[in-house]
């Protein structure tokens, strides 16, 4: 038992008064002592749990809803009275007074270095401060109204204590106010070291906050049209809630700001309710000026480039949207004393939906070049059939220019985007010759599109800016077009089909000189794909061949132009019998793929694995 393991013990501090003189312990060594340090209290600024900062915005929310739920139905309510608008500015001015200086307190107490606790209570600040400026303007002009200040009153609305509107210019007022509570916001974060996020974000969508707001009142207060005092209002909100989102240093409260002004004017158009037709389109024609600067504040380098890639998305889409309301709906173009319906002839080409297309194509081209805003291009050739075939000339001859210098000049362009861009067009051409009854509108000019077209697809392909894929998919949208399937002249059908067969003859050449089976499949796919359009061509009487009626007669219902082609295409492509990839080919080839991607059961190793095909070796 002597060998048995001894449980180790724990070594215990030795006591001062246990080594005292006339102690067993007396002369002993004692052991080291074990130190137990206090951490001392947490800061009141600490994060205990990372579910702290998503129950603030679990708060945040509710009382948002709540808050708003009210301020929406005093908005709204036709017997909200004078001392109701005292009352909410009131409450909101003391409200993020007494946010700000508890931040403040805290801030001078604990240093200057901000956390997300004070970032919370500035935004929620930030927001009742918003709500008093804006109630107690709205209570100031009350009063302005109750002592006979003529520039605030409305005429036809003789002043009362409840159900009064002032006049169009109290738009200003209110304007004037946010404008100036947001600068002092601004300042204030500009003051401030940390996180400071919330805060900014709050500030950026005040602005939005106030459009969204006089959705109600100042729509009302303009008599349901869109006056110069809020056209001037939603453009300078709008653009300065940009302007903000950008200082925020945040890209994301970018994207959704920016998003948010391209609504508004949409919002607007559907509440306007104009004495006439002819002020239809005031408030979507707004739309111009928020596009612009958008387009101006996306090419800002601080903005993060893979971001606002998807943010053009919804960008683009907007104004998509906007072009198919406006020519649902036939609104009118109107930037202030400009006026489309005025232009006499030119009235029928420059259109609010040309206006707007050519808008995004000169505010986002800085940022395209940057490839911060790839949809740009895409959105506008896939929105080309939207317009009106009277007013499309304009956007299609600048595509047509435009093009060339994106699919083959253009170093800055990537190859998705030049596909993107290409087959949109085309399938713009497409839409556009069957939606449209009149098709083109001028005469000759679908021809001209059709050989631009293919002239910029051919020259891209070969320089390798487009894929051959691309390409063939813009022929074959063409071909399928009316001018070129139902059409009556017969030399686009002719040109095309001997374009295919020349444009399959040099690909096979080029293979033949430099063997390479991605090459290969590509060629013989520009092959097959030419015959095919030459056999849908014949099938619709379109390719012609101009014979006396006694031949045509002998020939028993033999279609002749069928039986040329096939003869052309066999006589001229003999020589790469052994080039062209055959059908059993391309079947053992798609098998061999095939076997690399499903997975077999190794019986050694007991798993799924995928098989490894090996080459074998001439």
């Known amino acids: ?114 956390h997300s606790v004070h970032d919370y209570l500035i935004g929620i600040g930030f927001f ?12 100031l002009i009350g009063v302005a109204g109750s002592n006979d200040v003529s520039w605030l009153i409305n005429e036809s609305v003789p002043y009362s204590d409840a159900d009064w509107y002032p006049s169009a210019n109290a738009i200003y007022v209110q304007l004037v106010a946010c404008l100036i509570l ?15 996020t ?30 110069w005092e809020l056209g001037i209002s939603i453009i300078s909100l709008s653009a300065f809630a940009m302007w903000l989102s950008l200082r925020s240093n945040s890209g994301m409260i970018f994207a959704i700001v920016a998003i948010f002004c391209g609504i508004i004017p949409i919002l607007y158009e559907f509440q306007n309710q104009p004495v006439d037709d002819s002020g239809l389109g005031g408030a979507l024609s707004l739309m111009v000026f928020i596009i612009v600067v958008q387009g101006w504040l996306s090419a800002d380098g601080k903005l993060r480039q893979d971001l606002m890639q998807w943010t053009s998305i919804f960008l683009v889409g907007e104004v998509v949207f906007a072009m198919i309301f406006a020519r649902a709906e036939d ?50 050739a896939a929105s080309l059939f939207i317009i009106t075939p009277q007013a499309s000339i304009i956007p299609w001859i600048l595509t ?19 596909n993107s861009t290409i087959i949109a067009a085309g399938a713009s051409f497409f839409l556009q010759s069957y939606l449209n009854s009149d098709g083109f509108y001028y005469d000759n000019f679908d021809s001209l599109l059709i050989l631009a077209l293919l002239v910029t697809g051919e020259i891209g392909r070969l320089k390798g800016k487009i894929d051959d894929f691309a390409h063939f998919a813009l022929l074959g949208l063409l071909v399928l077009s009316s001018p070129v ?54 099938y619709a009487g379109r390719l012609e061949v101009p014979l006396p009626d006694s031949i045509m007669d002998s020939l028993s219902g033999l279609n002749i132009t069928l039986a040329v082609v096939g003869i052309t295409v066999y006589l001229s492509m003999i020589k790469f019998k052994e080039t062209e990839l055959d059908v059993g080919y391309l079947i053992s080839m798609g098998n061999t793929n095939r076997k690399k991607l499903v997975p077999v059961f190794d019986p050694l190793t007991g798993n799924w694995v995928i098989p490894q095909v090996v080459e074998e070796e001439e």
Request: charged letters at 10%; hydrophobic letters at 50%.
């Open 128 to 139: 009742f401060s918003a709500v008093g400026v804006l109630w107690g303007s709205r209570w």
């Open 331 to 380: 609104l009118n173009l109107i930037l202030g004393p400009f006026r489309g319906d005025e232009l006499g002839e030119l009235s029928t080409i420059l259109t609010l939906q040309v206006v707007l297309w050519l808008t995004v194509l000169v505010a986002y081209f800085p940022a395209t070049l940057k490839r911060r805003i790839p949809y740009m291009p895409i959105g506008l």
């Open 1 to 114: 038992m002597s060998n048995a393991p001894v449980r180790p013990s724990r070594p215990r501090a030795q006591s001062a008064s246990l080594a005292a003189p006339g102690t067993l312990m007396q002369g002993s060594v004692s052991a080291p002592s074990l130190s137990v340090v206090s951490p001392g209290p947490m800061p009141t600024n600490a994060v205990v749990n990372p579910l702290q900062k998503f129950a603030q915005l679990i708060l945040y929310g509710i009382a948002m809803v709540a808050i708003w739920g009210g301020i929406l139905a005093i908005a709204f309510s036709d017997n909200s009275t004078n001392l109701n608008f005292l009352i909410l500015g009131i409450g909101g001015i003391v409200s993020s007074i007494m946010a700000i200086a508890l931040v403040e307190w805290q801030r001078r107490k604990g240093g200057d270095e901000l």
């Open 485 to 538: 399937l139902l059409g009556s002249g017969a030399l686009i059908p002719w040109a095309i089909v001997i374009y295919t067969i020349s444009s399959s003859y040099l690909m096979l050449d080029q293979v033949q000189k430099n063997p390479e089976e991605k090459s290969a499949l590509g060629a013989t796919s520009a092959l097959f794909t030419s015959m095919l359009l030459s056999v849908v061509l014949s």
């Open 400 to 418: 047509i220019i435009m093009l060339p210098y994106m699919v083959i000049i253009s170093d800055v362009t990537r190859k998705w985007v030049a």
């Open 182 to 196: 947001i600068m002092g916001q601004v300042w204030y974060l500009s003051r401030l070291k940390g996180q400071t």
């Open 198 to 227: 919330f805060g900014w974000s709050v500030a950026s969508f005040t602005p939005l906050v106030l459009a969204l707001i006089g959705f109600g009142p100042w729509m009302r207060w303009s008599g349901d049209i869109v006056s």
